[in-house]
């Protein structure tokens, strides 16, 4: 098990990180009956200790996330907001009847869940794959050791 | 018409509701019994219960009732509430659960640390909790009024007391199990009926769904006017009168009834012939300018900007959810964020589902009940389709099941509300304990009560989506942006939620006053949230950017902690626990 690194205080935001002298360990794994060393690894004890490092990993995660869900809101949005607009500016689209049923309603009344429904699980998907490249880069043994 | 098997089954529903709040089953307000509990929880029952607690009168009743008055535009309110959620799923649902903030207040108070802010955010719970409530109140008094016969006032009153004595008495909410069991309740009842009538009477010409079609009466109906009712035609008509109509005594004469404005006393029996014009009481006539199957809703009498009132909607609806105060409760529950994406994406799936079937019963009113036309209350038109379309025992008793759940749908939100609003008072306001909560309870629900009297003549989702818009303008930029924006100060947030909400809440109260019936003011002030939420998101934006010197310390710790994944948390944090009350 990777021995955990002190938890320092929380940084006070507007005060700089720690310094990056702290990063510099050398950190002993065991791994059955093995020993390994990892030197100088960026990774999870610099998100801890809230270095230089540690802080850019957390907004490259934070980013990614946020691109993520901008995404797939931007998906949904642009679904669920062009059907007025693309109703207004063609009168003509308005009078289409399926089945003998008017569109909006077969629109509006069943066909946009399952465009929303396919959003959420692409998301759920996409977002569990972002936060497992995530551990596997900051903390690649301790996910292992973890499974 | 007393429908015998609709009282039965409201009584039982009631009966259940407060035998199990009596057992004094109680929410365990400290993280580490939630953390129990939420070990047991799978993601389905918790989507279950989450969706039962969400699904309100206006989803049950309102929405039906605004599609069969206003046209198709009301799909808005059934598409909207549940994109609210996967709005809910894609922006905040793992951070906010991984912050583990029990209320709204807490997070306020949590990622801000401002008590300042935190009394904003509880003055907005109560209001938001309160509209939310009205709604439901007047499902209750117009359910019982159609069931009973008795006043308005009547269901109203019993529905207050019903609650409030549950929640003071130990309340219901809380257990997983019976809100799940509301969902699928709830399902049902509309599920069953909107299947059953469909089958029964699905088949046949669609020619009121015709676009630019008035609706005719397919084939000869007699309509008995149970109330009196003015009623206008919009095409002159031939009809057999049996009682008095504008003010003449007939007696099973045939009559030329001109278009335009008519009146029936109640007790008159009207024949129409197949073909004749469907009449239509005032409450239930479309402005001019709009026919029935037009994707918009409007707003004001004179039916202007359709675009503005549609979209005003649709931004209300889908970032609402994220702003209401009972939801975040249900979240706590999942185990960690993971598990809060797959509950609301289960949550997701189950609305669209329950969805379905509200616009089938609106369809179904239009093609096959058209005499339901004349009622004075679009609210109350799904309660009396089944025994329309359906004489005789099988329609009570589809009658009935709808009435039930439409009452469960009353009880468990209004319950949940209550809480919430209880809850806030009680320690926010008055702070106090456990005492002091029922006494809130009972304040709260008696507030709620005498002020749903007079807003009967608003229909319940415009009552509902209202709440939305207040929630939209002043919790969702607060949640959006306290969980991604790490340079957003107290100042700002509390200037956001302020300028947002009560914007929000001035433009409704305006248009329940009256103040603007026609064009922009209507559209604008009718539904706001068009202008107000981005108002609140830029105030929010703005603000801090000019207060940058009083962010909070500590955020990169709270960044870490809501967006860092479950697997690295438990290495992160040696103490591993969650937020707790302070």
Not at chain 1, 59 to 69: E, F, I, N, P, V
Not at chain 2, 64 to 75: F, P, T, Y
């Amino acid at each position: 098990m990777t021995s955990p690194a002190e938890h320092g205080a929380p940084a006070e935001h507007g005060a700089p990180p720690a310094e990056e002298g702290a990063r510099r360990r050398k950190v002993v794994v065991w791994q059955h009956d093995q020993a390994r060393l990892q030197h100088d690894v960026i990774g999870l004890g610099d998100v801890q200790s809230d270095t230089v490092y540690g802080r850019l990993l957390v907004r490259s995660l934070t980013r990614a996330q946020l691109g993520l869900s901008l995404m797939c809101l931007a998906i949904a949005l642009a679904v669920i907001a062009s059907l007025p607009v693309i109703m207004a500016l063609l009168p003509s689209a308005r009078k289409v009847t399926v089945a003998g049923l008017p569109l909006t309603l077969v629109i509006l009344g069943a066909g946009i869940f399952p465009v929303l429904m396919a959003v959420g699980w692409f998301y759920n998907r996409q977002a569990s794959q972002l936060e497992a490249r995530f551990i596997d880069l900051v903390d690649p043994v301790g996910r292992r050791l973890d499974a | 018409m007393l429908n015998v098997p609709a009282v039965a089954a409201i009584a039982t529903v009631t009966l259940l509701t407060v035998a199990v709040g009596a057992r004094g089953v109680r929410i365990a307000r400290t993280p580490d019994d939630f953390l129990v509990a939420a070990r047991e929880v799978p993601p389905g029952l918790n989507a279950a219960a989450i969706s039962g607690e969400y699904l309100s009168a206006a989803s049950f009743l309102g929405i039906a009732g605004l599609i069969v008055s206003q046209g198709l535009g009301a799909l808005w309110y059934s598409v909207g509430y549940t994109a609210g959620y996967l709005v809910l799923l894609l922006l905040v649902a793992a951070p906010l659960r991984r912050f583990g903030a029990y209320t709204i207040p807490d997070f306020a108070e949590g990622r801000f640390a401002s008590r300042g802010l935190r009394r904003a955010t509880t003055g907005l719970v109560l209001i938001i909790g309160w509209f939310y409530l009205l709604p439901q109140m007047k499902g209750a008094g117009i359910t019982l009024q159609l069931v009973l016969g008795t006043p308005y006032w009547v269901g109203v009153v019993a529905l207050g007391v019903v609650v409030s004595a549950n929640i003071a008495m130990g309340g219901m909410k809380g257990v997983t199990f019976v809100q799940c069991f509301q969902y699928w309740l709830k399902l049902c009842a509309i599920g069953i009926p909107a299947l059953v009538l469909l089958a029964a009477t699905g088949h046949g010409s669609t020619r009121n769904l015709s676009p630019d079609a008035q609706p005719v009466f397919t084939h000869r109906t007699t309509v008995q006017v149970q109330t009196s009712t003015e009623f206008k035609l919009a095409r002159p008509a031939t009809v057999r009168v049996t009682g008095t109509l504008d003010r003449a005594r007939l007696a099973d004469q045939t009559v030329f009834l001109p278009a335009g404005l008519h009146t029936a006393r109640n007790g008159a029996v009207l024949v129409f012939g197949a073909g004749s014009p469907v009449p239509a009481s005032l409450s239930m006539i479309q402005p001019a300018s709009t026919t029935w199957d037009s994707p918009f809703l409007t707003a004001g009498t004179d039916g202007t900007h359709p675009l503005l009132a549609t979209y005003g909607v649709i931004i209300a609806t889908l970032f609402g959810a994220i702003g209401l105060p009972h939801i975040l409760v249900r979240f706590y529950t999942n185990p960690d964020g993971g598990a809060a994406r797959r509950t609301t994406l289960i949550v997701v799936v189950l609305l669209s589902t329950f969805y379905l079937f509200p616009a089938v019963l609106a369809v179904l009113t239009r093609l096959r009940a058209p005499e339901l036309y004349l009622s004075k209350d679009p609210d109350s038109v799904v309660l009396s389709l089944p025994s329309l379309l359906m004489p005789g025992r099988p329609g009570e008793l589809l009658g009935a099941l709808v009435a039930a759940g439409a009452f469960a749908a009353f009880l468990s939100t209004s319950s949940g509300l209550l809480v919430s609003v209880a809850g806030a008072l009680s320690h926010d306001v008055m702070r106090g304990g456990v005492g002091t909560f029922r006494l809130c309870a009972i304040i709260a629900g008696t507030i709620a009560t005498v002020a749903a009297l007079p807003v009967n003549r608003f229909s319940l989702g415009l009552l509902v989506g209202w709440a939305f818009a207040i929630a939209a303008s002043s919790f969702c930029p607060l949640i959006v942006l306290g969980i991604w924006w790490r340079r957003l100060t107290w100042i700002g947030a509390t200037a956001g939620v302020l300028v947002g909400g009560g914007a929000c809440c001035c433009a409704i109260v305006a248009t329940m006053f009256g103040a603007a019936t026609r064009s922009w003011g209507a559209a604008l002030l009718g539904q706001p949230a068009v202008w107000t939420v981005p108002l609140a998101f830029s105030v929010m934006v703005v603000t801090s950017l000019l207060t940058q010197e009083s962010t909070p310390p500590h955020v990169e710790h709270m960044m870490l902690r809501m967006h860092l994944p479950e697997g690295l948390v438990r290495r992160t944090y040696h103490a591993g626990r969650p937020y707790s009350r302070a």
